[in-house]
């Protein structure tokens, strides 16, 4: 069924009309001599959202998951070790994607809540004096816990320690959203999709490379084709693509990153944290506690929200689609049952999202929970009142 209401899940997320109507395009000639025109600033200026001027951008038809797969078989060989913390259900499916890749996983196992172990991390980089990690696996924005981990302070474990290993960040719920610098946070590897921060269909895997993971490709032995960033890159430096581009999602973006660029990226962060803080605070007042254990882990792009023990977490995303129609997100893996999930990220306003806090009042009202209709509507009102 499909509903008119807006939708609260961490992506997809809603579509602007402009961005939809970018898209609603008949199929036209990729080989035509003016395909460059478009495509190359549409590539240059994407770097502008990665925030990165040395790195560059690649655009392959996908998910974030296919740029995963590209960013581990373009950069490592069979018997590299990866260091990734387990600390959701997200970071967890980069550790099953290397395993098939032959890559020895040192998994760091850590509380769901948390976010990536930056003083673990910096531990074992110090103790790797051969070098034996060949990257660092994280993700910004963990979307099943809705806890942000902090890259930078990765990155400078790394530095400290004197290690040469790649940084590759999973930014697929949080970059064109929150706070991403690509270059200042030295990340070697940023990886996203077009459904989430850049509110378009699904298709894109949308990938940052620094020259460094550039670079390691020469040596990379891992068997790699159609993620292949040589010849995705080789192809972009003329305005080309390498096989049959998703033309009418390259219109969409267009249009998504001149929205973006045009609010001003740190006004999307300014928007998308406002929003958050709105959302927390009506948590607060209905007396539930986050699944991020401590306020330097809130995500601005989703709030993960714990229900009280005995009650299952799953009858409110069900009843509030049965009864409501209005999408929320449930638990993931471990998590399931036990928190629901308030997506607020890509084309969400204060007032949208007034409409998903007022929704989870009546579904969770509804079954028997001890809420009053109304308290946290008016907490998230009291953030975003502008006055007059
Ligand atoms: C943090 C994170 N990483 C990876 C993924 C997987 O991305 P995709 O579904 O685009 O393959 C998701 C999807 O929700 C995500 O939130």
Same mark, same amino acid.
């Given at each position: ?35 460059? @025109? ?10 502008? =959202? ?13 998910? +974030? ?35 098939? $890749?032959?890559?020895?996983? !040192? ?5 769901? %809540? ?6 673990? $991390? ?27 981990? @902090? ?17 590759? =960040? ?17 990340? @070697? ?8 921060? $850049? ?83 009506? =948590?607060?007042?209905?007396?539930? !506690? ?11 792009? =989703? ?30 893996? !471990?998590?399931? %049952?036990?928190?629901?999930?308030? +997506? ?21 009202? @509804? ?22």
């Amino acid at each position: 069924m499909q509903h008119q209401n807006p939708i609260f899940i961490p992506g997809p997320t809603n579509t602007p009309d402009v961005i939809k109507a970018a898209m609603n395009v008949s199929n036209f000639d990729h080989r035509a001599p003016d395909f460059a @025109d478009d495509y190359i600033p549409l590539l240059n200026d994407l770097k502008k =959202v990665f925030k990165t001027e040395t790195g560059q951008v690649l655009l392959f038809s996908a998910t +974030g998951t296919g740029g995963w797969e590209g960013a581990i078989s373009n950069t490592l060989c069979a018997g590299d070790k990866v260091l990734i913390a387990r600390y959701g259900m997200f970071i967890q499916r980069s550790i099953y994607l290397s395993q098939p $890749f032959g890559l020895d996983v !040192e998994v760091v196992e850590c509380e769901w %809540g948390t976010g990536a172990p930056v003083e673990e $991390f910096a531990h074992r980089l110090r103790a790797d004096k051969k070098g034996h990690i060949k990257a660092v696996l994280v993700t910004h924005n963990e979307t099943a816990t809705a806890v942000k981990s @902090d890259v930078h302070g990765v990155r400078k474990a790394i530095d400290n320690a004197s290690h040469s290993a790649l940084l590759m =960040v999973d930014a697929v719920s949080s970059l064109a959203s929150m706070d991403f610098q690509m270059d200042a946070w030295g990340v @070697d590897i940023a990886i996203t999709g077009a459904q989430k921060g $850049f509110m378009l269909n699904t298709g894109l895997a949308i990938v940052g490379v620094s020259p460094k993971a550039m670079a390691g490709t020469a040596t990379a032995t891992l068997p790699r084709c159609f993620f292949d960033f040589n010849d995705m890159a080789n192809a972009n430096k003329i305005g080309s693509y390498p096989y049959t581009p998703p033309v009418q999602l390259f219109n969409g973006l267009r249009a998504s990153v001149s929205l973006l660029l045009n609010e001003g990226m740190s006004n999307v962060y300014a928007r998308h944290h406002r929003i958050a803080e709105g959302v927390r605070a009506a =948590v607060k007042a209905w007396g539930l !506690e986050l699944c991020a254990h401590s306020p330097e882990l809130y995500s601005d792009t =989703v709030t993960a929200i714990m229900v009280p023990e005995g009650k299952d977490a799953n009858l409110i995303t069900q009843h509030a689609y049965k009864a409501y129609g209005v999408s929320f997100g449930g638990g993931l893996g !471990e998590m399931a %049952g036990k928190l629901f999930r308030i +997506g607020h990220l890509g084309a969400m306003t204060d007032v949208m999202v007034l409409s998903g806090i007022a929704t989870a009042e009546m579904v969770m009202v @509804d079954l028997g929970y001890n809420i009053n209709l109304g308290s946290g509507v008016a907490a998230a009102q009291s953030v975003y009142r502008r006055g007059v």
